[in-house]
């Protein structure tokens, strides 16, 4: 399973998890049959109209999106491609590479849209 999550900064898996999928600095890419993690820079504006992150992650083929909070736009995204999309309780990578089979669905956007 390929998960992709948002975090603040690079900091291997003590990296701090972004509050904000399209606003995160860095995203971990997380292969868990492997374990293999590769963290990548987020390079997309989110200020910008014309940005759409979503479809830039989608490249790497994810089975789960983990994000703190999500905007409705990449939420409706992200269930149109059947790609599950996940949150829960947590402040750094490793808290949700432990416990992949305890995140929750995200059921609302985070209402930062812009």
């Known amino acids: 399973m390929k998960i992709i999550i948002s975090l603040e900064e690079d900091n291997a898996l003590n990296s701090k998890l972004s509050k904000h999928f399209g606003m995160c600095n860095f995203f971990a890419i997380y292969q868990s049959e492997t374990k293999r993690l590769e963290i990548i820079k987020n390079k997309n504006d989110h200020s910008l109209k014309n940005s759409n992150i979503s479809e ?58 812009s």
């Open 56 to 113: 830039e992650i989608i490249k790497y083929k994810p089975d789960i999106i983990f994000s703190l909070g999500m905007g409705q736009k990449a939420i409706s995204f992200f269930n149109e491609k059947q790609i599950l999309i996940k949150n829960g309780n947590y402040k750094i990578l490793n808290e949700v590479i432990n416990n992949l089979n305890n995140l929750k669905d995200i059921k609302e956007s985070c209402k930062k849209e």
